[in-house]
């Protein structure tokens, strides 16, 4: 579940008709890649590192309360995002809109409680509804006018700006719903230990980490073993190829943008319930964190294959780095150039696992 890529083609047999079959064709020579080129192992080793550099310095590091619970928490929102940027990397696209996807799918969420006081989950499923609405359109677009995704979703995220600020003004009367559903509360405020006798269930873990482990199982689920995330993966490994062979492709780009969309939606969720209000701004610092978790982890930008568990480690990373640099009290400016920096170094690593699965033969 942590790799998936659509399987190779199968290469014409070489034997004549004149002469009879030949011998076998000798199959490819592959040979796996360094470990030092594994995007994950790296991913383990440096986070790891880290933890123990933050912890020698900063000892209230591994405080339970103080910050394990909240980046347990905010890792869970990232998570999310990255797996949203993922399934439309997949394809080789990008989704520049992740961010104000999330926003209209919260504000759906929000006019739901405060307006029809719909139960909690309910709520949620509307605004994944929206969410998942928005980012077929997008898809669709993209396929039907041919224009790059880049240039489709920034403009989407322009429009979804003014849209999101409208709609706050003019149904919401002011800048957030405040509204606290039953449920919402106790995923905000509660661990798993407070409902356990003594230390029975583990370390303390946010109500809201489950939601974000299901994302991730069903992400991994969709790309290994159902046949749509192959074939969206075939698509993006070579569109041309996929469509000769009988896949869907436009249908496989538009749904692929639906679940960037729907797993969007889950990301706004997650983080009103983190900040206790589904509020105008919710999304607006998903851009970054939605490229770093997935490049980091080994997702290729050209498309064709994708890496789960990667994404899980590379945002646990950036977590890790800016919690670590919160508590060393480093300037906000500051530790967006750093993190701006570690985009840039994951992008060149990309490249170069690039060249060296092209060279090998393999699979980067």
């Not at 706050?168 to 006798?197: E, I, K, Q, W």
């Amino acid at each position: 579940m942590s790799r998936s890529s659509p399987p190779p083609a199968a290469s014409p047999a070489a034997a004549s008709d004149l002469d009879g079959p030949g011998p076998d064709p000798l199959p490819p020579v592959t040979r796996a890649l360094p470990y030092w080129a594994n995007p994950r192992l790296g991913l383990l080793v440096v986070i790891a590192a880290l933890v123990g550099v933050f912890t020698a310095l900063r000892p209230e590091f591994l405080n339970t309360d103080l910050t394990l619970v909240p980046m347990q928490a905010d890792l869970s929102v990232f998570v999310v995002v990255g797996l949203a940027q993922l399934s439309v990397l997949s394809l080789g696209h990008m989704n520049l809109a992740i961010g104000r996807i999330a926003a209209i799918s919260a504000f759906a969420m929000g006019w739901c409680y405060d307006k029809l006081s719909l139960p909690l989950p309910v709520g949620l499923l509307v605004g994944m509804a929206v969410g998942t609405a928005v980012g077929a359109a997008a898809g669709w677009t993209i396929h039907a006018t041919g224009v790059n995704s880049f240039v489709v979703t920034l403009a989407l995220d322009f429009g979804l700006i003014g849209l999101v600020s409208l709609l706050y003004s003019s149904v919401g009367d002011g800048v957030a719903f405040h509204v606290h559903p039953a449920g919402m509360d106790s995923l905000r405020n509660d661990t798993f230990s407070d409902y356990c006798a003594g230390n029975v269930c583990g370390p303390p873990v946010p109500l809201i980490a489950p939601l974000a482990l299901l994302a991730v199982v069903a992400v991994g689920v969709l790309f290994r073993y159902s046949r749509l995330g192959r074939e969206i993966l075939m698509t993006g490994s070579n569109a041309r190829a996929a469509e000769l062979s009988g896949i869907p492709t436009a249908r496989r780009v538009v749904q692929a943008h639906a679940v960037s969309g729907l797993l969007a939606a889950l990301a706004g969720f997650l983080l009103a319930i983190t900040n206790g209000a589904f509020s105008a701004d919710i999304g607006g610092q998903f851009l970054l964190p939605s490229f770093l978790g997935p490049v980091l982890g080994g997702t290729l930008l050209a498309g064709g294959a994708v890496s789960v568990i990667g994404t899980v480690l590379g945002a646990a990373l950036t977590e890790v780095i800016q919690t670590g640099l919160n508590l060393m009290q480093f300037q906000i400016e500051k530790s967006k150039i750093l993190i701006g920096l570690v985009l840039l170094a994951a992008l060149s690593l990309d490249r170069v696992r690039h060249v060296i699965a092209q060279r090998r033969g393999g699979s980067a």
